[in-house]
């Protein structure tokens, strides 16, 4: 792929060495991206291992800890990335929030907390950044959002996660045609089970059967293919939404 230089990228939501968002960030950084990611509640010592592990690589980096639930989450994290970094060209909607819950358990609390992060922050960190770049005259953009692909089987005791999750994929194909017209591309990556920090021991042993390439997908496999989605040779790719996960076997 081609190697960018000092093109700005932002990640939300890498706040653990196990993370997906900083699989992601070490791709982009691969790739001669400046980084500027979100996280919340990390060691600090982690934070700044992690800059100095990026810059190691050539390029600037810089972070925010900011709870994205925050109505104005999108707007303050923007004008740190612009006032430290410069115009981002990537944004990679990665956060999310998810516990369990089921019919007995949902109700308005849980279901707003779910909202709050994983459709409205999505949805305002995209059309702040398209604003800001269309105002800018850039020339080529990119949205790259995380999904959990909802829409191939159900999620029982996940409720507000799945329909949260879900809104992303539609979100994602009506903003690419609005955002064709000003060169940007925007596109969701469902990763599948990935076994980065949610997972533990018993939960690898019972999927590792439904993976028959015969491993659990890692968060450098979806890093690789957003990494792709973010290059000069994805510019004709727009409004998908696409499934990274091995092959993996639902049921």
């Not at 700044?48 to 800890?65: M, P, Y």
Request: hydrophobic residues 40%.
């Amino acid at each position: 792929m081609t190697q960018i230089k000092h093109k700005v990228a932002l990640v939300t939501g890498a706040s653990n060495q196990k993370d997906i968002g900083t699989a992601i960030c070490r791709q982009l950084a691969s790739q001669g991206f400046d980084l500027f990611f979100t996280h919340w509640k990390a060691e600090p010592a982690w934070i700044e291992e992690f800059h100095q592990e990026l810059k190691r690589t050539g390029v600037n980096s810089g972070s925010a800890e900011i709870d994205l639930s925050e109505a104005d989450a999108a707007f303050l994290v923007l004008e740190a990335v612009q006032s430290t970094l410069g115009l981002p060209s990537i944004l990679v909607n990665n956060a999310a929030h998810s516990v369990r819950d089921g019919y007995r358990e949902l109700d308005a609390r849980v279901l707003d907390e779910h909202y709050q992060v994983n459709m409205r922050a999505t949805f305002l960190f995209s059309v702040e950044f398209a604003r800001r770049f269309e105002a800018s005259g850039a020339e080529s953009g990119r949205i790259i959002n995380l999904t959990s692909g909802q829409d191939l089987g159900p999620m029982p005791g996940e409720l507000a996660y799945a329909a949260t999750k879900g809104a992303i994929s539609s979100f994602t194909k009506s903003l690419s045609a609005e955002l064709a017209p000003i060169s940007i591309t925007v596109n969701a990556v469902n990763p599948g089970p990935t076994d980065s920090t949610w997972m533990n021991e018993a939960i690898r042993q019972h999927l590792l059967p439904k993976f028959p390439m015969g491993r659990i997908g890692q968060p450098s496999d979806v890093a690789k293919l957003i990494g792709f989605l973010a290059s000069d040779e994805a510019e004709w790719i727009t409004g998908q939404v696409i499934h990274s996960e091995g092959g993996f076997l639902r049921g």
